[in-house]
């Protein structure tokens, strides 16, 4: 029973056959919605991105391993996480940067850019929900220091509509990085 608490429901495949085009409209929502998504955080918006969220959020970033090339396809293990969030937990993240003084790991808050490119859309089959992968470098800066940690990595997501707007439904975050060269991971991702 912890083992189904603790893994991530599966991604539905990307099938070219469901790609939707660049410069569609529903392509171009999509990335209205990743590039306002990356200015809420970027300004600490946090509030308002929170509902961008559906109820049944699932958000992971699982622990990456470097494995030979024959062994590519094992490279990241889903049943360790750097971050495991649901709905209610990401929103205590938010209140406890944005309401409390106990998130001395962003206070005072990282500078940060968030940079989206390589965005793919898929219909999902059956389903109404739309599938997004998009590469994603954060760039963090903190205090007067004159170097910034990179995060880089690819985001699996899914959108789905509700009230007539897209939310996010699903976020795994793949890191390019084995060791995470940051000092935290209080931030979004």
């Known amino acids: 029973m912890l083992q189904q608490l603790l893994e991530p429901t599966p991604l539905p495949p990307s099938i070219k056959a469901n790609r939707i085009p660049s410069g569609s409209d529903t392509y171009n929502e999509v990335l209205d919605f990743l590039y306002d998504e990356a200015e809420m955080l970027d300004n600490l918006r946090l509030g308002e991105w929170a509902e961008l969220l559906t109820k049944d959020l699932e958000y992971n970033a699982p622990l990456r391993h470097t494995r030979s090339t024959s062994q590519f396809d094992q490279t990241y293990s889903r049943n360790v996480q750097h971050l495991h969030e ?58 007067d220091f004159d170097y910034f940690d990179l995060i880089p990595c690819v985001r699996h997501d899914i959108l789905r509509r509700e009230d007539g707007a897209l939310k996010l439904a699903r976020r795994e975050i793949l890191l390019d990085q084995v060791v995470i060269g940051t000092p935290n991971l209080g931030v979004i991702l």
């Open 86 to 143: 649901n709905y209610g937990s990401m929103l205590m993240r938010v209140k406890r940067i944005t309401d409390t003084k106990s998130a001395w790991g962003e206070d005072p808050p990282s500078r940060i850019k968030r940079l989206v490119t390589n965005v793919r859309v898929y219909r999902i089959d059956d389903s109404d929900d739309l599938k997004v992968e998009s590469y994603l470098l954060l760039t963090r800066s903190r205090f």
